[in-house]
Structure formats: C-alpha cells, structure tokens
C-alpha cells in the first residue's frame, strides 16, 4: 500500500524559508516522478514543482521558479520542497503527489497517491 505524508508546514514571516519533506512508502523503484501542488481556500489544486524519477527533469510553474527548489533522496524515499523569500501569496495548503500516470505533470489529475496535506502560511 502507497502512503505519502508530507510535514514542514507552518508560520513564517514574508521574505523567510521553509523545507517542506515527503516521504512516499511502498512504490516500486525510484522511477516514479513525484511533485508539489499547492491549493488556495476556494480554488483547485495547482501544481507547483516536479521532479522526474532517478532525480531528474525539474521543473516548476512560473509563480514559484528561482524561489522554490524540489529535490530528492531515493535511498530514503523522500521529496523536499525548499522554499525561500517566502511571499503572503504563497499561502496555501501544500500537497505532495507521487507516480505520475498522465501527460501533465501540473494536472492534479495526472498523479495516482497524495499525501493529506500541510499548511504554510506567510504573514506580511
């Protein structure tokens, strides 16, 4: 059974940093691709970072590159979210999703597993 849990969420004055982590148990491998989206209250999930399996291919939306940085560690399964001069905008839940089975990597439709979410909330 897949289980992705994402954490690091939390409050932060505009212009800081967070790391968010996700951990994705019980996938097959390491080439699966795994990515950010993030939802504002009130609007659909968009998709913010993605990185290809075996480490490869970032890449981000335009709202957030230059600022954010996606990585990952295969030996531990796991996908960070680095995020820094952080804007009130950039508040919003942040969802980590892994094993991409469409064509669009920002479509929420496109990922198979999800985590349940964390929030981060950037105060002015």
């Known amino acids: 059974q897949v289980q992705v849990v994402e954490s690091g969420g939390g409050t932060v004055q505009a212009g800081g940093s967070l790391r968010l982590s996700c951990s994705a148990s019980?996938?097959?491998?390491?080439?699966?691709?795994m990515a950010w989206f993030r939802q504002y209250s009130g609007k659909d999930r968009e998709g913010i970072a993605y990185i290809g399996g075996y480490g490869g291919g970032a890449e981000y939306a335009n709202a957030v590159r230059g600022r954010f940085t996606i990585s990952r560690d295969n030996a531990k399964k796991m996908v960070y979210l680095q995020m820094n001069d952080l804007k009130p905008e950039d508040t919003a839940m942040y969802y980590c999703?892994?094993?991409?089975?469409?064509?669009?990597?920002?479509?929420?439709?496109?990922?198979?597993?999800w985590g349940q979410g964390t929030q981060v909330t950037v105060s002015s």
């Open positions: 999703a892994a094993h991409l089975i469409g064509s669009r990597w920002h479509s929420p439709g496109s990922w198979n597993h």
């Open positions: 019980g996938l097959t491998g390491d080439g699966y691709s």
